[in-house]
Every structure is written in structure tokens, then in C-alpha cells.
């Protein structure tokens, strides 16, 4: 089968287990689940549908049992509604969506604050050197004038290239 079949079969799949838990499964073990995706194979054979469970351990393990009580129930619903020759299996999973959020959030606040941590550091921090260690127009000139003291004393660089040669013609008379 095509894969945008299947992905229409899995659609149609999460809107009516979704209906069946609001309106016909009627289990006081049963919390607040909320269908968050439905994978069906590629021979649509077997289905997986992820739930989540507002709650905590006690509530996700009372809706799990329920889900899987009302598994031939749903099954048949399905099968009825959708028309299908061959009905999938069920295979009810909880999603790990909601702690795998949580947990993620955690890592980012825990970045956020050492990223404060780095930044009250850097704000108390003080230069090794001076705090300007460019130099200024005013250091340049005195430079520049000692500069020119020591250029009076040499010969200057035309004086040390006339100088190298000797006078030497290189041979011609």
C-alpha cells in the first residue's frame, strides 16, 4: 500500500480511538488520556497508538490497564468505521513525550543559569594588563622623535648599498 494510504489510515485511526475514549469506553479507571499519534504498517496489520496520561504513576497505570481491557472493543469500532478488511492489532504505548519535555526544559534552564553565572563573572572581571593596551597619537610622536635621534647617528641605508659594492666594476676596464 501507499505510504499516504497509510498515513490517512493512521489519521483516521487516532480521530476514532480518540472519540471512543471520550464517548463509549466508560471505565472509571480510565484518566484524562489524550491520543498523541497512531503508526500503522505498511500492511496495515498492526497498529501502535501513543497516549499520554495527565497524572501521575497511580493514574497512568490505572488508564493502562483500562486501555487494555477496552482493546477489543476499540479494535471492532475501528474495524466497523474504517471498513477495512483485515482490522489492525492494537499495541497501546505511553508516550514519553511529556518527561522527555520536561526533562529537556530542566537541561535548559540549567544552561540558562550557568550562562548568568558566566556572565555575573565576566561583568566582575578586570583586564591582566592595562585596561587600554593600545598605544595613543601622543605615545606615537614621542616614539617617533626618538626614532629620528638614532636615524642621525647611521650612515642612513643609500650610504650602506654605494658602500657595499666597493667600486668594483665587475670586471670591465
Known sequence: MSSGRVRRVADRFQVVVAEMLERRIK???LGFVTITDVRVTGD???ASIFYTVLGDEDDRAAST???ESAKGLIRSEV???LGMRHTPTLEFILDALPETAAHIEELLARA???DAAVAATAARATYAGEADPYKHAEEDSELDDDAA???TDR??????IVSGH???THGRA
Not at 650612515?155 to 650602506?160: F, K, T, V, Y
Request: avoid cysteine; proline fraction near 4%; hydrophobic fraction near 20%.
Open 65 to 67: 490497564a483500562a486501555l
Open 79 to 81: 474495524g466497523k468505521q
Open 149 to 151: 635621534g638614532e636615524d
Open 44 to 46: 496495515t496489520q498492526h
Open 27 to 29: 471505565d472509571a479507571r
Open 112 to 114: 540558562r543559569d550557568r
Open 166 to 168: 666597493d667600486g668594483d
Open 155 to 160: 650612515d642612513g641605508p643609500s650610504a650602506s
